[in-house]
């Protein structure tokens, strides 16, 4: 094949890898670089290399209030998973399997909590809890949080259960299956990967959030109130810097050992990796 | 197939808002019947097979398996299974544990549960792929697993809802006569919907034609196909030519229609006196080309308008003298037909007896034929 040809067809294949290259970049670049600086015995993030130290990461994690924010996010993103997860999938069934007046209207007003900015419910949180005198906590954090992300489990677990034969479930019942044992043969083996996903997203969504964590919150602070806070003060840089470094390593972590389970779930439930890229994005749509 | 009744509906009607999806259907399937329920889509066939297995309730009316009232029971206790048309099968369980998942609910005992599993997959011809999963089966395999799964259950009636219609033209044909050799060798009864009539007719015992919710004719294959009740089976099943016959003479329970010349359309007479046009049926493969005019026969003159190679037979668009369109099939067995170019003038001919004249337009003229054919097939 002459050379011309050999470039012309090649340049796409060229094109798109670069542009994801940039994306990337853009993407992590900061990240990683911050990462990086969490190592520099230095207070200000720039060059030159002052030299290597873990100083920053024996200070973070000696100060008591940075441990006790990531447990209190941890714990508070606990709860909002296996809440959201569970009040989620029921509420994708209800709005996919049963048929009733305002069906569509209320599945609207589930997808609206999505595309309202979380600084507006937020706020609309702390009116609403001064109003009826509740007492900022983590208590109040959760509910607001639960409040914004089981909407996304619906999201994807509505997803799962569009893309799921009815029939299936009518065989199951035609061989003689309750409800019960239809859902726990038949629909649960199914949706698995769906709802690892929707349990992932939703622990990320609840550890990352800042906004309503912020309103909502009292004197007990999550990670990122907590990191809002002390970076009042730019000594404290290097500090948050080390912290995030340990907690953005601990999700990808987590999320990358989910992921391959879902894999695996997935290819025991018979699906291949393309069903499971429209699982992940189901959310999206 | 026995006088005794597997299922029994009773003016079976399904109401989805303004719209009949079934207007009183009544039907007597009997034990071990090959019983199908054929029509175009939206007549109402599958809102009544999916009533017979439960998953619809009926507006009203009433079905009966085995001599038991099931109207108002949930179909995971009445005693038939379903083979889907999408075939519904598991797709996280391996072939062995999708037929055994029927067995296992109704907690059969492990070892029976084993030797009736491996009886019905040899019996379905996949021995062998039992650890397989479905997406590792073509499409001809997830059926037999979909069959199988149902049969397993030694069900009183299997319902089929198209369950060939994914497969192409070639392995379709090959289910087709194992399935009808499967339902002989259970005896189990089938009730099989389709919109196929070539599917219906070879493989029933009997068929309803259904359209428009109702059953328009319940017969054997051979009555439904040379004796349609109505103009909408006649048109439905097969091709057919539907001709319009002036009553011109009456004479030895014959009519006949005279066109000059000699030429004359006769047909059997339906004893309406007070009719003076009679619609008839004549099958294409009937007419027969080139013939002369003589008793018993009907003979038309008419012009060649299209000539279409179909491989074993040529069909033959015929513009007939009095201005309907005549098809006509004839079998390629010499060069005769495929030289009939179009513009030529033929003479068109058929016996007296395919001449089939529909009870249209009379009361329950629709329904007389049907019910006779019905009794008969019966006793």
Same mark, same amino acid.
């Given at each position: ?285 | ?131 397989? =999963?479905? @997406?590792?089966?073509? +499409? !001809?395999?997830?059926?037999? &697993?979909?069959? *199988? $799964?149902?049969?397993?259950?030694? /069900? %009183? ?48 015992? =009997?068929? @309803?034609?259904?359209? +428009? !919710?109702?059953?328009?004719? &319940?017969?054997? *294959? $051979?009555?439904?196909?040379?004796? /349609? %009740? ?60 080139? &013939? ?88």
């Amino acid at each position: 094949m002459p050379l011309r040809y050999r470039f012309t067809r090649a340049l796409p294949k060229a094109a798109s890898v670069a542009l994801v290259a940039f994306a990337l970049l853009v993407l992590f670049g900061p990240v990683l670089l911050l990462a990086l600086f969490s190592f520099n015995d230095s207070a200000i993030i720039s060059l030159p290399w002052e030299g290597f130290t873990t100083r920053w990461y024996s200070e973070a994690f000696s100060s008591g209030e940075a441990l006790d924010s990531i447990v209190n996010s941890l714990n508070v993103a606990a709860i909002v998973t296996v809440a959201s997860v569970v009040l989620g999938s029921m509420a994708a069934w209800g709005l996919t399997r049963l048929r009733f007046a305002g069906r569509t209207a209320l599945a609207g007003v589930h997808g609206a909590v999505l595309v309202v900015p979380w600084l507006i419910i937020g706020v609309g949180g702390l009116i609403f809890f001064s109003q009826i005198e509740w007492q900022l906590s983590l208590t109040t954090v959760t509910l607001m949080q639960i409040v914004t992300t089981f909407p996304l489990v619906v999201a994807v677990m509505s997803a799962a259960l569009v893309r799921f034969s009815p029939s299936l479930e009518e065989a199951a019942v035609d061989l003689g299956a309750s409800q019960l044992q239809m859902l726990r043969h038949v629909v649960l083996p199914q949706v698995a990967p769906s709802l690892a996903a929707s349990a992932i997203f939703a622990f990320a969504w609840s550890f990352n959030n800042f906004e309503i964590s912020f309103f909502t919150g009292g004197f007990q602070q999550t990670f990122p109130v907590w990191v809002f806070s002390v970076l009042r003060h730019s000594t404290n840089l290097p500090i948050v810097n080390a912290a995030s470094t340990v907690i953005a390593g601990a999700q990808l972590l987590i999320v990358f050992g989910l992921w391959w389970a879902m894999k695996l779930m997935n290819r025991r439930g018979g699906g291949d990796d393309v069903a499971l890229a429209e699982i992940m994005t189901g959310g999206m749509r | 197939m026995s006088e005794r009744a597997m299922i029994e509906l009773r003016g079976l009607s399904k109401r989805y808002g303004d719209a009949l999806a079934a207007d009183s259907v009544n039907l007597d399937i009997g034990v071990g019947e090959f019983f199908s329920l054929l029509g175009p889509s939206g007549c109402g066939k599958t809102t009544t097979l999916r009533m017979i297995a439960g998953f619809e309730e009926p507006t009203s009316g009433s079905v009966t398996l085995d001599g038991e009232d099931v109207t108002w029971v949930s179909p995971r206790r009445r005693k038939v299974n379903m083979v889907f048309q999408d075939y519904a099968l598991f797709p996280h369980m391996t072939v062995a544990e999708n037929v055994a998942f029927g067995l296992k609910l109704s907690k059969v005992p492990k070892a029976e549960l084993r030797e009736r599993v491996a009886r019905i997959i040899a019996s379905v011809r996949l021995e062998g792929y039992e650890g397989r =999963r479905p @997406a590792q089966l073509s +499409g !001809g395999q997830r059926q037999r &697993v979909a069959l *199988a $799964r149902a049969l397993v259950n030694e /069900p %009183a009636a299997l319902l089929l809802d198209e369950p060939l219609g994914a497969l192409d033209l070639k392995l379709r044909k090959e289910m087709q006569l194992e399935l009808k050799a499967i339902q002989q060798r259970t005896g189990t009864t089938f009730v099989y919907v389709t919109h196929d009539q070539e599917e219906a007719l070879t493989m029933s015992d =009997r068929i @309803a034609v259904m359209n +428009g !919710g109702r059953v328009e004719q &319940v017969d054997d *294959a $051979r009555t439904v196909y040379d004796r /349609p %009740a109505t103009e909408f089976v006649a048109d439905f099943i097969g091709t057919s030519n539907l001709l319009s016959l002036r009553v011109d003479r009456r004479e030895g329970g014959t009519v006949a229609m005279d066109l000059g010349g000699g030429m004359s359309m006769v047909a059997p007479d339906p004893g309406e006196v007070e009719r003076t046009t009679i619609s008839i049926t004549v099958r294409p493969e009937k007419v027969r080309v080139g &013939v002369e005019p003589g008793p018993g026969w009907s003979c038309l003159r008419g012009r060649i308008a299209q000539n279409v190679f179909l491989g074993s037979v040529t069909q033959l668009i015929v513009e007939l003298q009095t201005g309907e369109m005549l098809t006509v099939h004839e079998l390629n067995d010499d060069e005769g037909a495929t030289r009939l170019a179009p513009g030529a003038v033929v003479s068109v001919g058929w016996a007296l007896a395919h001449s089939y004249p529909i009870g249209q337009g009379a009361p329950g003229g629709a329904v007389g034929p049907s019910r006779a054919g019905q009794a008969e097939v019966i006793a």
